[in-house]
T-cell receptor, first 115, second 112 residues
Framework: DQQVKQNSPSLSVQEGRISILNCDYT??????FLWYKKYPAEGPTFLIS?????DKNEDGRFTVFLNKSAKHLSLHIVPSQPGDSAVYFC??????????????FGKGTHLIIQP | DGGITQSPKYLFRKEGQNVTLSCEQN?????MYWYRQDPGQGLRLIYY???????QKGDIAEGYSVSREKKESFPLTVTSAQKNPTAFYLC???????????FGSGTQLSVL
């Protein structure tokens, strides 16, 4: 049972426009959320995070929004640049009640920035 | 430069062979992890270690083994019991458990 879902396997956006990547979760015990960016044959790199006490966190071109009632978070990238083309993973952690489980990752969304 | 080093970058396994993937970190992190990535899939947790001399099974531990004899090192052995070992393996570490992970550059394991 997937606890973290990224329902769009891929997303194509024009350069300069806004990219919005979505993530849904089912476990209400999650209280810390992260976004990672991954290029092919490389390890993921941390982008931005948000704790459940906030509903928004910004870092330069990247903003993460958290809607706890909807169990939904989104990553906004504006403006989108060619180097943003990568796979983006949403991850969540928290006390899941069953002991420590580490971060739970979604399947990723492949973002393609078109010139 | 602080970071996580995985080696080798590419590894080939013959049928019935055990292979060991290396992971070393000089970030002084307590927690270390092994994930597996298959095409079109997310990252699935194989094993994790919150502290030296302790490790726990993740979601897909069958066919794998680990050790954590030193804080800096967390090698993963893919045993012959793992029937579908071809995947991209990622090692990670964090200051403490369940915090932001820092990843290595990965090892691609293929079966000959």
């Amino acid at each position: 049972d997937q606890q973290v879902k990224q329902n769009s396997p891929s997303l194509s956006v024009q350069e300069g426009r806004i990219s919005i990547l979505n993530c849904d979760y089912t476990n209400s015990m999650f209280d810390y959320f992260l976004w990672y960016k991954k290029y092919p044959a490389e390890g993921p790199t941390f982008l931005i995070s948000i704790s459940s006490i906030k509903d928004k966190n910004e870092d330069g071109r990247f903003t993460v929004f958290l809607n706890k009632s909807a169990k939904h978070l989104s990553l906004h990238i504006v403006p989108s640049q060619p180097g943003d083309s990568a796979v983006y993973f949403c991850a969540a952690s928290g006390n899941s009640g069953g002991g420590a489980d580490g971060l739970t990752f979604g399947k990723g969304t492949h973002l393609i920035i078109q010139p | 430069d602080g970071g996580i080093t995985q080696s080798p970058k590419y590894l080939f396994r013959k049928e019935g062979q055990n292979v060991t993937l290396s992971c070393e970190q000089n970030l002084n992190h307590d927690a270390m992890y092994w994930y597996r990535q298959d095409p079109g899939q997310g990252l699935r947790l194989i094993y994790y270690s919150q502290i030296v001399n302790d490790f726990q099974k993740g979601d897909i531990a069958e066919g794998y083994s680990v050790s954590r004899e030193k804080k800096e090192s967390f090698p993963l052995t893919v045993t012959s019991a793992q029937k579908n070992p071809t995947a991209f393996y990622l090692c990670a570490s964090s200051v403490s458990f369940n915090e932001k992970l820092f990843f290595g550059s990965g090892t691609q394991l293929s079966v000959l």
